[in-house]
């Protein structure tokens, strides 16, 4: 919404990475002109976030994450399992929570 503003922003960056006030004006202006690339330069930069590539897929990402926290998130939970498979007499519940 502010072009401006951004193109300050990025000006800034590029001083704290250690160009001169005119190299960085000079460098940031030119890469401007092209917005799409500019966004993407933004995200690397100021936010710090990567350019999502063509070949990723957010539904099989998705899957991976849930299918990790089902397994690793089971883990703790694989002690009482094998505890109340065990017959440890009558009163199950005290011996498994104590």
Known sequence: NNPEGEIQE???????????????????MAMSKNKEFFVDLMMAFELELEVPSEDDNPY????????????????PLLGY??????DLGDDKATVLFI
């Not at 990025?10 to 005119?22: A, C, P, R, V, Y």
């Open 10 to 28: 990025m000006i800034e960056i590029f001083e704290e990475k250690g160009l001169s006030k005119e190299d960085a004006t000079t460098a940031i």
């Open 60 to 75: 099989f990402d998705g899957l991976v994450t849930f299918c990790s926290f089902v397994c690793f998130g089971f883990v």
């Open 81 to 86: 399992v094998v505890l109340y498979s065990i």
